[in-house]
């Protein structure tokens, strides 16, 4: 493949219908893209000049960057991040705005055969980012942008024969930039954004298996997205309290794992041979094990019951939150009835994306195409 001077990209975002939390501790999860996407562009300029700059409007952003200290600046993440894995630090994310893009190059750089990154050392990387994914709502921002940067990334560099020859040393690579915001991320989100569709997760000893699901015609009349607000606690802050959780109350915790893994089946079987009514029950089933986990506020909870007060059903999509008002997203099925009519709801903003998504999309690229 002949290097490309400027790339230009989309990742969607994604749900989980079903399975989050438990999805770390080897059950299965159903998930989906959605057609919210981050959009990358990415060129070099003149060799001879070598940076980054950044360009990220929707936080208000423009950086430069020298190269060595850009991917000085991932080596200290990645540092810190095994001082975590091996317990003796605490999760620590980088705090400040462009750092998982900052991480995303450098991880991307590292993932490239040599002679390759230090073709890009030689050159500028401009690289613009823009997003209609919500931070902080459990659809997959930082996925979506893992994802997105590293593929451009790889795509200027010259990549590999074809994309789909690409696709796991992208996989990898956005999973190191997720386990510097998040922890201990499952691989779902950024396994998601990528393939895009309703997808079966599995792991199969020490990988993710994904396989496609079906799209019964109700499916996306009956489910819907709600947006209850940014959660109080990070990603990363509410999958270390699960940890935690189940480091000191490991059966306990193991069992709340069980019946959300059977939760997940359950609604598996309704899209597969079911319908809208075994859904809504297994999301129930799914509701109730994850605020016995600990990551559906009161406040939150009480919005849920309001949902199945009037027959329908709604958990959190995501990681959820420890306490507060918010939660991030949450999936609902209203059986027909507008939000706006349903109290305890009816103050939430609907998110209008349809379910099932394409995923990572190349829309333009110079010297050649993938």
Not at 39 to 59: F, H, K, S, T, Y
Not at 110 to 122: C, K, Q, T, V, Y
Not at 237 to 260: G, K, L, M, Q
Not at 294 to 307: D, K, L, N, T, W
Request: hydrophobic share 45%; glycine share 14%.
């Amino acid at each position: 493949m002949a290097d490309a001077e400027s790339v230009r990209l989309s990742v969607p975002g994604k749900v989980i219908l079903m399975g989050e939390h438990a999805a770390v501790y080897g059950r299965p999860a159903v998930v989906a893209a959605v057609d919210l996407r981050l959009a990358v562009e990415a060129r070099l300029g003149p060799a001879g000049v070598g940076g980054v700059r950044l360009d990220l409007p929707d936080l208000g952003l423009q950086e430069e960057h020298a190269w060595p200290a850009l991917e000085d600046f991932t080596r200290k993440a990645r540092r810190g991040w095994r001082a975590f894995e091996g317990g003796d630090a605490p999760f620590r994310p980088a705090n400040d705005r462009s750092a998982l893009v900052r991480i995303a190059v450098g991880e991307a750089m590292a993932s490239l055969p040599p002679p390759a990154s230090e073709r890009l050392r030689g050159r500028t990387l401009e690289l613009r980012v823009r997003s209609q994914l919500p931070v902080g709502a459990g659809l997959g921002s930082s996925a979506a942008a893992a994802v997105g940067v590293v593929a451009a990334v790889r795509a200027l560099a010259g990549g590999r024969a074809n994309l789909v020859d690409d696709l796991g040393a992208i996989e990898a690579a956005a999973l190191e930039v997720e386990r510097r915001q998040h922890g201990f991320p499952s691989g779902i989100d950024s396994g998601t954004v990528l393939r895009g569709g309703v997808l079966l997760v599995r792991r199969a000893g020490e990988e993710l298996r994904f396989d496609d699901l079906p799209r019964p015609e109700w499916l996306s009349g009956a489910i819907g997205i709600l947006d209850s607000g940014t959660p109080g606690q990070t990603t990363g802050a509410v999958v270390t309290a699960v940890r935690r959780r189940y480091d000191e109350e490991p059966e306990r915790t193991t069992a709340v794992f069980d019946r959300i893994g059977a939760a997940v089946e359950s609604f598996r079987a309704a899209l597969q041979d079911g319908g809208p009514r075994d859904a809504a029950s297994a999301i129930a089933d799914g509701h109730r094990a994850l605020v016995e986990l600990g990551v559906v506020p009161p406040a939150v909870a009480r919005r849920i019951a309001s949902v199945e007060a009037v027959g329908g059903a709604a958990k959190i999509s995501g990681a959820g939150a420890l306490a507060g008002e918010s939660a991030g997203a949450l999936i609902c099925m209203l059986g027909g009835r507008p939000v706006g009519t349903i109290d305890g709801i009816s103050d939430l903003e609907p998110v209008n994306a349809a379910i099932g998504a394409g995923g990572l999309r190349f829309e333009a690229r110079t010297a050649d195409r993938l």
